[in-house]
Nanobody, 124 residues
Framework: QVRLVESGGGLVEAGGSLRLSCAAS????????MGWFRQVPGKEREFVAG????????YYADSVKGRFTISRDNDKNTAYLQMNSLTPEDTAVYYC?????????????????WGQGTQVTVSS
């Protein structure tokens, strides 16, 4: 069973950058599409970015396209989310998950093995 641990969150001013990491334990990391999601209190978990098993293909929510970059290093069992030009609307708890379905899914129902999340707060 895979266990995911997110890190790298924090408080940043608008326009700043953060790099989130998602460290995985277990053998199935490199065999699964990975995704980053975010959630604010009272709202559903929202898709942010996804990456194929090899890392060769990525897809993003329109709200972060051009500002965020997802990547992975299968040798290190780690995925990353580079976040630039942050705005207060990016404030949320960020989670990584492994896809249980097909590449390209943006539904949190298709992902699992969620970590505990890391808080990102962007001040105006």
């Amino acid at each position: 069973q895979v266990r995911l641990v997110e890190s790298g969150g924090g408080l940043v001013e608008a326009g700043g950058s953060l790099r989130l990491s998602c460290a995985a334990s277990g053998r199935t990391f490199s065999t699964s599409t990975m995704g980053w999601f975010r959630q604010v209190p009272g709202k559903e978990r929202e898709f942010v970015a996804g990456i194929s098993r090899s890392g060769g293909n990525t897809y993003y929510a329109d709200s972060v396209k051009g500002r965020f970059t997802i990547s992975r290093d299968n040798d290190k069992n780690t995925a990353y989310l580079q976040m630039n030009s942050l705005t207060p609307e990016d404030t949320a708890v960020y989670y990584c998950g492994l896809s249980r379905g097909w590449y390209g899914s943006i539904s949190p129902i298709d992902f699992g093995s969620w970590g505990q999340g890391t808080q990102v707060t962007v001040s105006s």
